[in-house]
């Protein structure tokens, strides 16, 4: 099992920054590719990024790829998502989720993740 508790939101203008934690504990944090993910009001939960198990290898959706910024720090069980150039349509509830152990990819669909952080609030204004 993986815990996940997400941080950092919060009410920014179009054009700003902020960055995103997630820490996680129970099961060895290194062994899990992490994503981010996000869910504006009334839309399905979207891919904003992922990160392999050793931070080397990352990808993105297109409507963040340039402006945000996904890193991990496995000695502080943490991963991290730096948004720039924030836009209105970056308003979202943002979630860390985790694959299992056993799983490598680095995957953009939502049903192969296993463990899910309870979301965190980005506004940001125009």
């Known amino acids: 099992q993986v815990q996940l508790v997400e941080s950092g939101g919060g009410l920014q203008q179009a054009g700003g920054s902020l960055r995103l934690s997630c820490a996680a504990s129970?099961?060895?944090?290194?062994?899990?590719?992490m994503g981010w993910f996000r869910q504006a009001p009334g839309k399905e939960r979207e891919f904003v990024a992922v990160?392999?198990?050793?931070?080397?290898?990352?990808s993105y959706s297109d409507s963040v790829k340039g402006r945000f910024t996904i890193s991990r720090d496995n000695a502080k069980n943490t991963v991290y998502l730096q948004m720039n150039s924030l836009k209105a349509e970056d308003t979202a509830v943002y979630y860390c989720a985790a694959r299992s152990l056993t799983k490598y990819s680095l995957s953009a669909q939502l049903r192969e993740y296993d463990y899910w952080g309870q979301g965190t609030q980005v506004t940001v204004s125009s």
């Open positions: 990160i392999s198990k050793s931070g080397d290898s990352s």
């Open positions: 129970g099961r060895t944090f290194g062994t899990n590719v």
